[in-house]
């Protein structure tokens, strides 16, 4: 039974095949919104049906281990960082004091893969990619780490289920969080390397970035891989910041949990079909400058009124 | 800094940011741009030597396809050389439309770098927006001329085809629509926050650097320099119109956002002043197939700036020289001057703020050993000579099937 929690149902295969409907819903709305029709439903899946059939080249020069490595430890990373993330109950699958810094750490691996992959492929495009990949990183990590973190220190337990549970008790405390909840959105899109924040894979600066000299299936997991990291992170932000309907029957719960991660999805595209791409100096000064100590507020107020509660 | 912390980046021959063929090899320190070089020529296609081949009114649609975007300028530019030089004299409805057509062209040209200005700086959206409008336009210019691009509508002494009372209603209500939606875009460009923060003091050139450059164009204009052909040597009839220069004092490449916008308004209202004040007559004068001995030069302001022709002609029916001064050509060097000291993520906007047209612009330069004293003209024949020794020496030898060729000839 644990075998198909994991591999079926809501582990792997779900968790794909979610990933990938997400992929789509983006995609779709993203064209929508742009005034275009957007490509089918099962165009994501067809991509990857696509790259897997299609050759695998490494770079003359690139360190292979490495280069083959990095989309598998990359799409391992996200895929076991949602055993930890309560879905559509209380429990996640898997949960143990301190799982909130064990997520966060694994959705810190996709973009150090990024980096080596980038890194080791010997191309001038990918070496600028990793570099920037890396550069975003400390900018970003930082905000979303802060911005979960006050929840956290609210509900007085590092754990996502416990966390996630403290705030489906207490929903009137769940609106203090909003300043954090818009941070953590922010932070997502430079994990997710979105618009304004595509830095590490701006098309028209530096071809793809890091993923430059990817091709066939490595490249397809890669973008499995992105796309899990976003329904992972639509999931932990869902979770923490928007814990409704958790106590529901088995099947509104699921609709709900689909319903907010599609609302989470929508904001994400939304934010990138307004927005140009930032360079990357900017988007530093802005995670610095504005994002963090944004977050610091939440951490203070949220502080502050655990003195109160207690 | 040593040579071990500059790292070479080349930007084309074949790069995302790049619409045609050019390379730009940067020299940065971290995401600083040291240096820039540029080499163009990948899409030299010696259209002027092949214009000497031609008859006037063959060379006509020739230089139509040096660009695909300002097709028309380039075809005007030449047009008005050669009716200088033959003294032919233009029926008035003539030049009215084929200003009208002008520019209608530069209202799709300026939308177009609209959208790819979007693109370059990730704003994918200005870009499937603006170049949805932009259909408009282009769908107008299908149904006056019979073309989307490459019109055709010039001939030597007028243009090609009337426009009737119909399609000048539809030309109003499609400006109508056009002027609607780049209030918008002029709106957009005030508002939009990261847009005006990839915009603003990115590629900088500085009044003093235009005038020493010799820049033309929305570039030159972008930096407080009021300097259009339309209002300086007033070709076809644009003496007759009431338009302003639209410039900007910002000097960066938001700058020459706002100029182009402003200039798509004035051509809204230049094109309704043009179908107002549309006169009766003829549409074209009879032109003769000789034109006589004698040359002259045409400047017209291309929707990037101002497109230089020169054509000598030497009695017979075809020119003894044609040369093309396209405006990329002197806004290509300022793109150096711009880049120093930017990011490479401004590198592609920047070199997108002067609207590049590489094939408009390609020539060949020969770089000459001076101690090499053999220096000449080629006749054709000794060009064809050279041509074939050339691909011989490669290995690519014509002889027999040309052979094969002229027997099958003979036998018919």
Redesign the interface.
């Known amino acids: 039974m644990a075998l198909f929690y994991i591999l079926v149902f809501p582990g792997f295969l779900f968790l794909i095949g979610f990933a990938l409907a997400g992929e789509w819903l983006d995609r779709k709305l993203h064209a929508l919104?742009?005034?275009?029709i957007g490509p089918p439903w099962f165009q994501p899946l067809a991509d990857i049906i696509k790259l897997s059939a299609k050759e695998d080249t490494v770079p003359n020069g690139a360190d292979r281990t490495i280069f083959k490595l990095m989309p598998m430890l990359a799409l391992t990373a996200t895929v076991v960082a949602v055993l930890y993330v309560p879905l559509w109950s209380k429990n996640a699958l898997n949960s143990f004091p301190g799982d909130l810094i064990v997520v966060l750490y694994l959705l810190t691996i996709p973009t150090l893969t990024f980096f080596l992959g980038g890194w080791f492929s010997r191309s001038?495009?990918s070496?600028?990619g990793a570099a920037r990949a890396l550069t975003q990183l400390f900018a970003y990590e930082i905000p979303l780490l802060l911005s979960v973190l006050a929840p956290a220190m609210l509900a007085n337990s590092w754990s996502i289920s416990e966390i996630s549970a403290f705030y489906a008790q207490r929903w009137y405390l769940t609106p203090v969080n909003i300043i954090g909840f818009v941070v953590a959105m922010v932070a997502l899109l430079g994990k997710l390397e979105r618009?304004?924040f595509?830095?590490p894979e701006?098309?028209?600066?530096?071809?793809a970035g890091s993923f430059t000299e990817y091709s066939g299936r490595l490249l397809g997991l890669f973008r499995l891989c992105v796309d899990v990291e976003m329904i992972v992170g639509a999931s932990l932000i869902a979770a923490i910041f928007l814990p409704f309907g958790l106590g529901a029957p088995a099947w509104l719960a699921f609709i709900l949990y689909l319903v907010k991660v599609e609302g989470l999805i929508f904001l994400i595209s939304f934010m990138r079909?307004?927005?140009?791409?930032?360079?990357?100096?900017?988007m530093v000064d802005f995670c610095w400058k504005i994002l963090a100590p944004v977050a610091f507020v939440q951490l203070v107020l949220n502080l502050v009124l655990k003195g109160v509660v207690q | 800094m040593t040579d071990r912390d500059v790292i070479k980046v080349p930007l084309g021959p074949q790069h995302p940011a790049l619409k045609e063929p050019g390379n730009f090899i940067l020299s940065m320190k971290g995401e600083l741009v040291t240096e820039m070089g540029v080499r163009l020529g990948y899409n030299h296609r010696g259209i002027e030597k092949a214009c000497e081949q031609r008859s006037y009114l063959n060379d006509l649609y020739l230089l139509e396809r040096i660009c695909g975007i300002c097709s028309h300028s380039h075809s005007t530019a030449y047009v008005q050389a050669v009716e200088e030089i033959a003294g032919i004299q233009v029926p008035p409805r003539g030049l009215y439309l084929r200003t009208l057509v002008a520019e209608l062209e530069r209202v799709h040209s300026h939308l177009l770098w609209l959208g790819v200005a979007g693109h370059e700086i990730g704003f994918d959206t200005l870009l499937m927006y603006s170049w949805r409008d932009r259909e408009v336009v282009m769908d107008l210019l299908a149904a006056l001329t019979g073309n989307r691009v490459n019109y055709g509508f010039n001939t030597i002494g007028g243009v090609r085809r009337d426009i009737t009372d119909e399609q000048k209603l539809e030309v109003l209500k499609a400006t109508d629509t056009l002027e609607e939606r780049t209030k918008y875009y002029a709106e957009l460009a005030g508002h939009e926050t990261t847009l005006i923060k990839r915009l603003k003091d990115v590629g900088r050139l500085s009044k003093e650097d235009v005038l020493r450059l010799g820049v033309t164009g929305p570039t030159a204009r972008a930096s407080g320099v009021s300097r259009d052909v339309r209002k300086d040597d007033p070709y076809a009839v644009y003496a007759d119109l009431d338009f302003e220069v639209i410039t900007s004092d910002h000097c960066d490449v938001y700058g020459r956002t706002l100029v182009r916008v402003g200039e798509l308004m004035q051509t809204y209202k230049m094109i309704r002043q043009l179908l107002t004040q549309l006169p009766d007559g003829a549409i074209a004068a009879k032109a003769p197939r000789k034109i006589p001995k004698g040359q002259a030069i045409s400047r017209y302001e291309a929707p990037r700036g101002e497109d230089f022709h020169f054509v000598r002609g030497n009695g017979t029916d075809k020119p003894e020289r044609v040369k093309v001064r396209a405006p990329t050509l002197v806004n290509m060097q300022a793109v150096s001057t711009m880049m120093k000291g930017g990011y490479l993520a401004d590198m592609p906007i920047t070199l997108a703020a002067i609207d590049p047209c590489f094939s408009c612009t390609d020539r060949m330069i020969e770089l000459r050993d001076e101690s090499d004293t053999a220096c000449g003209e080629y006749s054709w024949p000794a060009l064809r000579q050279l041509g074939i020794s050339h691909h011989r020496a490669l290995g690519i030898d014509f002889t027999e099937l040309s052979k094969k060729l002229a027997s099958r000839r003979d036998r018919v």
């Open positions: 919104m742009q005034n275009r001038i495009y070496l600028i618009v304004p595509d830095i701006a098309e028209t600066e530096i071809v079909t307004i927005m140009a791409r930032l360079r990357i100096d900017q």
